[in-house]
């Protein structure tokens, strides 16, 4: 009995044990390239949302897919006269196929001739256009550099810089103590004045004044520089009045150089459209949508009554008769071409196609704005297939499992795709405008008005004051100073008058007088 027994346990326990891919029943599934959804890899085989949904409902429902791509990769188009369908919808309205597997949006033309699964996944129509790029109109000439003043604050900063060497002149001869002043006292008296004391009584000539103004922001300084109170407010004052203008001219140059004189090549609406009036769609207005002709997306702006559809539909017409090439884009590689060449065209397409192409187009393109999102995908069956039932229930379960969803993320919204971490598209062309909106508050900024630089004239000017009255200041002191010399002044012998009056004051010691050896010969003892 147990010799007998054990086979009979054997082919039980094998009757019971599900069907393996070896004797699984096989289901012809028609399939069409499109990123994303349905690809090959460099084996050759399926991938992409589509294979990986169809084998998980294989492995449920105990059958192994065979995918036949579409001869001639088109969803489908309905020929009234022959009563027939091309594409996807065709292979399985002819019965070639047992059901296919795309992203099909359910239509009521389609429903009449093939039956649909539950949806699988909400999709809408999305625009796409091109990145908005810069325009660069700048033409910089030689004197760009002049340009970020204008010609009042030039013309006010060199009569600053004229008054200043001028002044720093008259101090220098009037001022009784600067040096010059001193030293032709005592050469009216007195004719053998050394070369030393003259090179640097003319120290401070018009022309050395002038060129001791400008040297002052130099490191290596100048020879000598003025000891009385009105020439060392006039030095620093003037130095205040160099920053400021330093200053300002280095910002305004940033300034000129940043605000180039360009733009965006063309700012769509970023806000989604349903929400607008046609009135406030002025940033499609000027360009022509396209999409696939004789798609369901055709189908849909031609039979709207919605005023924006309807605008976008005569925008097209009028394109189509303008170019008739756009008769020929059929796959979303030529559409996204002609998007991304040209500026005047933005695509029309479903929002996950838009998704993928906006991540993995090399940042070529954004979804710039949601047309609809009340349109959904499904499988396609023939009308009265017996697996359509069984299709739909595991369709549910794995919809509400987040298996779907996770798919989804797996092939669209991962972050290997080139531009995965880049700024979302709306808040890109935020930036754009953002930028573009700087960039024209510094062109009206510039160039640099004498009104807007008045503030650093202005204190120099006031500081004038200040050094007229540092100029009192320094006669009062050496007037004060001279007479307490004379009124303490002892009496001497009258010989001695003429020798003392040959005596000269030693110059200032400076180090100029270190680099010239004859001046230091004359002056040492």
């Known amino acids: ?9 054997l082919w039980t326990l094998l009757c019971l044990m599900p069907a393996g891919p070896a004797n699984a029943e096989t289901l012809q599934v028609a399939v069409i390239e499109l990123e994303g959804f349905c690809m090959r890899d460099l084996h050759g085989k399926w991938v992409g949302l589509m294979p990986d949904l169809v084998r998980e409902l294989g492995k449920e429902l105990h059958f192994q897919p065979n995918f036949t791509l579409v001869a001639d990769g088109r969803y489908g188009a309905y020929d009234e006269k022959n009563d027939t369908w091309s594409g996807l919808i065709g292979e399985v309205y002819h019965n070639r196929a047992d059901f296919a597997a795309a992203p099909l949006t359910i239509t009521a033309l389609r429903e009449k ?15 796409v256009v091109r990145r908005p790029r810069w325009k660069n109109q700048v033409s910089r000439s030689i004197t760009f550099f002049l340009g970020v003043f204008d010609a009042g604050v030039w013309c006010a900063s060199f009569v600053i810089f004229a008054l200043t060497g001028f002044f720093l002149f008259l101090n220098d001869r009037y001022n009784p103590r600067e040096f010059r002043a001193r030293q032709a006292e005592h050469s009216a008296r007195d004719t053998s004045v050394s070369h030393a004391l003259l090179a640097q009584m003319n120290d401070f000539s018009l022309f050395g004044s002038l060129y001791y103004t400008i040297s002052t922001g130099c490191f290596q300084g100048y020879r000598r520089s003025p000891k009385s109170l009105v020439g060392r407010c006039l030095s620093a004052f003037w130095w205040l009045f160099v920053c400021a203008f330093a200053a300002s001219y280095t910002a305004a140059f940033l300034c000129a150089l940043v605000a180039s004189r360009g733009g965006l090549e063309r700012q769509f609406g ?3 459209i349903p929400e607008l009036n046609p009135v406030g769609t002025d940033a499609f207005k000027g360009a022509t949508p396209v999409w696939f002709p004789n798609s369901n997306t055709h189908r849909f702006f031609k039979n709207s009554q919605d005023p924006v559809m309807q605008m976008f539909y ?6 189509l008769n303008k170019n008739s ?22 695509a029309v397409m479903e929002s996950t196609m838009a998704d993928f ?4 187009s090399g940042c070529e393109v954004i979804a710039a704005a949601t047309l609809i999102s009340d349109n959904s995908y499904a499988f396609a069956f023939p009308v009265g297939s017996k697996k359509l039932r069984d299709v739909n229930k595991v369709l549910l379960t794995l919809r509400e499992s987040g298996f779907i969803n996770k798919m989804y993320r797996k092939y669209f919204l991962m972050d290997h795709g080139p531009c995965w971490q880049s700024v979302p598209p709306a808040e890109t062309v935020a930036m ?34 200040l050094s007229a009255a540092a100029a009192l200041a320094d006669v009062y002191i050496f007037t004060r100073y001279e007479r307490y010399k004379q009124g303490n002044q002892p009496l001497q012998n009258t010989a001695e008058q003429p020798e003392r009056a040959e005596q000269l004051p030693e110059p200032e010691a400076s180090f100029g007088a270190l680099r010239f050896s004859d001046d230091q010969q004359q002056l040492s003892p």
């Open 113 to 127: 001739h093939v039956d649909f699964s539950y949806e699988f996944m909400d999709t809408g129509l999305t625009v």
């Open 1 to 9: 009995m147990l010799i007998f027994g054990l086979p009979i346990a």
């Open 432 to 465: 754009s405008l953002a930028g573009e909106e700087m960039a024209r508050m510094f062109r009206s900024s510039l160039p640099l008005t004498l009104h807007s630089f008045s503030g650093p004239v202005l204190f120099y000017f006031a500081s004038l004051l």
């Open 314 to 319: 005569r925008q097209y017409m009028a394109g």
């Open 357 to 360: 192409y906006s991540r993995y």
């Open 270 to 272: 970023i806000e989604d």
């Open 325 to 346: 090439k756009l008769a020929n884009v059929n796959t979303v590689e030529a559409l996204l071409e002609l998007v991304k060449t040209d500026d005047r065209y933005f």
